[in-house]
């Protein structure tokens, strides 16, 4: 199972630019990394998920480097409402339904 | 978008008594789950359910839990005596497949916020 490492808390300013990144040293061969949103009082929200290089949608880019080892979500010009906690992911802890600590980011005015 | 219903949203109830918490999963899916989080604490996976039989259970889910998919719409979960550290937020969640390299998106529902007193 990989195990995942990951902020536990991030302060940002509206407007700027977030990198969340996960550490994921034993990832396996096959496993994808997704990334979950949560909100106070609401359930987990995927957000983006990608195997390697990099993946965009409408809310957040992915970065997986070559080795595969972290990824880091980025959030572009995060504003107050995307004060959130974000989960990583990775192969069977996604299977086996493993939701750790996450990262608490918190967007201050 | 398609989504996760639950209701009730919110359920007061009294020690002992059983509830029965409600979801509607998304309509092509195939694999639904029920999770808790007490407050402040993490996102726990309770149960899994597929082909009309639990898939997986995790420790926390013992004899006085219970799931159901009573038509082809509902997805239940019963808890029967309940106790006052049943008191969590209750997410039903569904996906279109399950597979050990994590693949698979799941939808989470809002939530039933369930309060045992």
């Known amino acids: 199972l990989a195990k995942t490492t990951q902020p536990i808390s991030m302060d940002s300013y509206e407007g700027q630019e977030v990198n969340i990144t996960c550490s994921h040293n034993?990832?396996?061969?096959?496993?994808?990394i997704t990334w979950y949103q949560q909100f106070p009082s609401q359930g987990p929200r995927f957000i983006i998920q990608?195997?390697?290089t990099k993946v965009t949608n409408e809310v957040a880019s992915l970065f997986i480097p070559a080795d595969r080892k972290s990824s880091t979500l980025s959030l572009p010009r995060v504003s107050l409402s995307d004060t959130a906690v974000y989960y990583c992911?990775?192969?069977?802890?996604?299977?086996?339904?493993?939701f750790g600590t996450g990262t608490r980011l918190k967007v201050l005015a | 978008e398609p989504e996760v219903t639950q209701t009730p949203s919110h359920q007061v109830t009294q020690m002992g008594q059983e509830v029965i918490l409600r979801c509607v999963p998304i309509?092509?899916?195939?694999?639904f789950y029920w999770y808790r989080q007490i407050l402040g604490q993490k996102v726990e996976f309770l149960v899994s359910?597929?082909?009309?039989?639990?898939?997986?259970k995790s420790e926390i889910f013992d004899d006085q839990f219970s799931v159901e998919r009573p038509d082809g719409s509902n997805f239940t979960l019963k808890i029967r005596s309940t106790k006052l550290e049943d008191s969590a937020m209750y997410f039903c969640?569904?996906?279109?497949?399950?597979?050990?390299?994590?693949?698979?998106?799941?939808?989470f529902g809002p939530g039933t916020r369930l309060t045992v007193t």
């Open positions: 359910f597929y082909n009309n039989e639990i898939s997986e």
């Open positions: 990608g195997y390697k």
């Open positions: 309509s092509n899916h195939l694999y």
């Open positions: 969640a569904s996906s279109v497949g399950r597979d050990w390299r994590g693949a698979y998106e799941q939808y």
């Open positions: 992911l990775v192969g069977r802890s996604t299977y086996k339904y493993i």
């Open positions: 034993n990832i396996a061969t096959n496993d994808y």
